[in-house]
């Protein structure tokens, strides 16, 4: 491609062609860790490239993308991994869904590559002379990521050295690994050529995003204490708020809605109260883990509003640390989070001071289905 920097550097509506990537695995629930190999002279342009990710260090590939992803393996050795994705970085739209597609398939397959149909007619072809038709037969196209069980792919790369192949699949291939397919998607596509760069940008910006709404409610009643949560900060009171985990009502109300914008059922049905391991636990877990639901799906929050409903404790002189709290949690902006309160005039229980409530909307936009 033309320009003074790689294509995994280039502009892609307002990040680089390889932060897009980079944040979609790094928001995916089912992916621990992210480990970015580059090329030496890139120090500089990844850093940027990655400003405010929680990403380890990089380390630098090698000669071939063979040797790269060699490297890339043998630096992730220390977290003994089960499964390990290979990616492209210049495959900037990859979704959620389709990383998913590939975990599951290694629970019994040695490995496991996206793929679609060859659609076109295919001709071999000598001096720009049509030599001959090739049959389409069992042939389909490769992307990534390709997926692999780490001890298996660690053992065929080493096999491998000294060899030139052209990807992971052949690796595995080679050393005698089971490979299966799984759909692929037409909008993984890699970044190769200037037109390549225009049609993902139509695709993040072109009509293919609907925007949702999501609503949630949530109560906890007072009880003895001197600490209430509420929307992530510990505020001294006279009660603290009663519940299996740390009873903070605000945060409770707004996974219910992202959830809810997503139609992922509610907080009740991904972390049970009847479940030990969440008592007393702390409600920004819950909030996390329903932000990353919402990313692993290739959204993003664009606005969230909250309304906190009680006599007491005064929401005002903590307001900007919730936003700015809520909007860490979150990994967004305090510009997009509203934290609002209001009283009851003193009817019903929140007017007794029996209790809080809190009510949230959300919006956020996602690839359209």
Not at 59 to 76: D, K, M, N, Y
Not at 173 to 201: M, Q
């Amino acid at each position: 491609m033309p320009g003074e920097r790689p294509k995994q550097y280039r502009d892609l509506c307002g990040k680089t062609v390889l932060r897009h990537a980079l944040e979609a695995f790094s928001a995916h629930p089912g992916i621990s860790h992210v480990q970015a190999v580059i090329h030496p002279d890139d120090a500089a342009d990844f850093a940027m490239a990655t400003e405010g990710l929680r990403l380890p260090a990089p380390i630098h590939g090698g000669e071939t993308r063979q040797e790269s992803v060699r490297l890339g393996l043998e630096a992730v050795a220390g977290g003994k991994p089960a499964k390990v994705l290979i990616h492209d970085g210049a495959r900037p739209l990859v979704s959620g869904t389709l990383i998913s597609r590939v975990i599951t398939a290694l629970d019994t397959r040695d490995g496991a590559i996206p793929a679609l149909p060859v659609n076109d007619t295919l001709k071999r072809v000598d001096s720009e002379q049509i030599g001959e038709t090739v049959s389409r037969d069992n042939l389909v196209r490769a992307q990534t990521p390709q997926g692999f069980r780490y001890d298996a792919i660690v053992r065929a790369h080493n096999a491998a050295l000294g060899q030139s192949l052209t990807d992971d699949a052949a690796v595995a291939e080679a050393f005698g690994l089971s490979v299966a397919t799984v759909p692929g998607a037409e909008d993984n596509l890699k970044i190769t050529r200037e037109e390549d760069l225009e049609r993902a940008a139509r695709i993040l910006g072109g009509g293919l995003v609907e925007t949702r709404t999501g609503t949630g409610f949530d109560v906890h009643r007072f009880a003895d204490g001197d600490v209430v949560h509420l929307g992530g900060i510990a505020i001294p009171h006279s009660q603290s708020l009663s519940g299996h985990s740390d009873a903070d009502v605000a945060l409770h109300a707004l996974t219910d809605a992202l959830l809810g914008a997503i139609a992922d059922g509610d907080i009740g049905a991904h972390f049970p109260p009847s479940d030990p391991q969440w008592r007393g636990a702390a409600s920004d877990i819950f909030l996390r883990h329903a932000a990353g639901l919402l990313r692993a799906r290739g959204g993003r929050l664009v606005h969230a509003d909250l309304t906190i409903i009680c006599e007491a404790p005064k929401v005002g002189p903590h307001r900007e640390a919730m936003r700015a709290r809520i909007a860490g949690i979150l990994e967004s902006e305090p510009g997009r989070i509203s934290v609002k309160a209001t009283t009851t005039e003193g009817l019903g229980f929140t007017g007794r001071n029996e209790g809080i409530a809190a009510q949230a909307c959300v919006t956020v936009e996602l690839p359209r289905t």
